[in-house]
């Protein structure tokens, strides 16, 4: 009887859940193991770890062989990769001492699977204690524990991040805005660099955002880059001053879009805020009847509006109609600079589109003086003959700067049927 009581009980220890091994990159799971390094369960807090497991049954098997199946699963996925090359490891033992130990073999274990699917990975790796308001968390937003005690760590030292900022980003996306804001998380030891492959570089999210703003970069001051998130979004946050004006961007960090924007009147004194230092309806308007060459006497009606998107002031929009002409414009909030110029012409000229064509060299002249651009200045200019409801047309693009003009001239007459112009991103 003693022996099958002892063979009982060695029984219940070799299955008892000695650890807990948590893995997060965006999939998110954990796995319990026995003090044999035995993998007893395994767990999925999202989807993509449901992706990760697929058909496979880790149950029994030897911890290092199931994070070998794991990792490899992820690399094949395109969880892993070298655009997002970053894993976190989170252990939870009641010995801290083998707690620590775990930590840093399965650490080694994963870099040893990174070096032979030859990617630099970034390995993010802790020692966690379980505790209630962690498993709220990680149960609010899908997430293992490991993943909440990383964002508590970050949050706790920059109060303008949040956890629901947070919790989506991967861990790759988390490392990143940790770095670039040189937070130190003392309980999380890390090995590689997480990947910045996917974005564009800090230098040219400033440049985006100086362009946008109209700024040289000899006229700024106290400039700060940073990562950060927008709705799930990576973006640059850039911040300057200039001119006693203090500017604040979000840029797209992949693409290098401007998703916000604010100004405000700033450390010498000045009192205006973003809505405030609005040019107003009336400069807008003027700044589009002028760049149309139009008196407002002359036109037949004439609105002005702020557009808004997502609740985000974006321009001023200006239509009015003058003759035959329907002019519509895109005018910025602070400047009054042209974003976007549109007109089209509601009558056939004349002379129709029956005679000879004036030819791609005309047609290119037309939308260049049009413009009042000279053809050296402008760039990847293309000339094509399209018709367009039975009128035959040539369609002129070009580039200036950071402008682009497309045009619609009247393959016969040589008359502007349609010109646009509008700031590239």
Known sequence: MCCGAFGISSWRGANAVDSVVMLDVNPSLSMTVSSKERVLSVTPFNQD?????????????????????????MLQNGYLSDIQNAILVS???????????????????INSVFQGGSLEGAVLSQTVTESAD??????????????????????????????????????????????????????????????????????????????????????????EIEFDSEDGLMVYEVEFYAGGTEYDYDINARTGEVVNFSREGGISGGTTGSS???????AATAAALTHAGVSEADTIYLRCWVEHDDGRAECYEVEFLAGTTEYQYEIDLYTGAVLKSERESHSVPASGSSGPHIGEAAAKSAALTHAGVSESDASRIQVELDRDDGRTLYEVEFHVGRTEYSYE???????????????DD
């Open 91 to 109: 252990v939870e033992n009641q010995d801290a001492a083998k707690s620590a130990q775990l930590q840093q073999h399965l650490t080694d274990t």
């Open 49 to 73: 770890a449901e992706v990760i497991l697929g058909d496979m049954d880790l149950t029994g098997t030897d911890l290092d062989v199931a994070v070998n199946a794991l990792i490899g699963s």
């Open 276 to 282: 405030g230092s609005y040019i107003g309806e009336a």
């Open 134 to 223: 962690l498993n709220a968390l990680a149960q609010q937003y899908g997430i293992s524990v490991g993943k909440a005690s990383l964002i508590q760590e970050v949050i706790a030292q920059d109060s303008t991040l949040t956890f629901a900022s947070l919790a989506p980003l991967s861990v790759n996306e988390i490392a990143l805005i940790a770095e670039s804001r040189h937070l130190t998380t003392q309980a999380v030891t890390q090995t590689g660099t997480a990947s910045t492959k996917a974005y564009i570089t800090a230098e040219e999210a400033q440049n985006a955002a100086l362009a946008h703003a109209g700024i040289a970069e000899s006229s700024v001051a106290q400039l």
């Open 409 to 423: 001239i009247d393959a016969s007459s040589g008359a502007i049927v349609k010109a646009e112009q509008e700031l």
